[in-house]
């Protein structure tokens, strides 16, 4: 099992920036493959971005260009740069881990280990 806990979230204007960051604790086995989702109020949970211990990565048509995911050399920290956020970027961002990458960005059945979420607001 995995312990992820996921820090920087807050509150922007648009255009502004934040950087999420998620430390792994316990089986790193199940963070082959790590990803970003995010859930806004009222909406399923999306995928955002995801990385596998190869530093191949998947983003989502929606944040192409703006939202960059990467691991630090010890890969057991997750981050995501968030450039050029909007409005509609405002969610909780939660970090996931799982033993294997599907081809895309996946979706939150591919995922086995789960944080608690970090709260991002963009405001117009």
């Known amino acids: 099992q995995v312990l992820l806990v996921e820090s920087g979230g807050g509150s922007v204007q648009a255009g502004g920036s934040l950087r999420l960051s998620c430390a792994a604790f316990?089986?790193?086995?199940?963070?082959?493959?790590m990803g970003w989702f995010r859930q806004a109020q009222g909406n399923e949970r999306e995928g955002v971005a995801r990385?596998?211990?190869?530093?191949?990565?998947k983003d989502a048509d929606s944040v192409k260009g703006r939202f960059t995911i990467s691991k630090d050399n010890a890969k057991t920290t997750l981050h995501l740069q968030m450039n050029g956020l909007k409005p509609e970027d405002t969610a909780m961002y939660y970090c996931?881990?799982?033993?294997?990458?599907?081809?895309?960005?996946?979706?939150?059945?591919?995922?086995?280990?789960w944080g608690q979420g970090t709260q991002v607001t963009v405001s117009s």
């Open positions: 316990g089986d790193t086995d199940s963070t082959y493959c």
């Open positions: 996931a881990s799982a033993y294997a990458c599907v081809p895309g960005v996946g979706n939150a059945n591919d995922f086995h280990y």
């Open positions: 990385i596998d211990s190869a530093v191949s990565t």
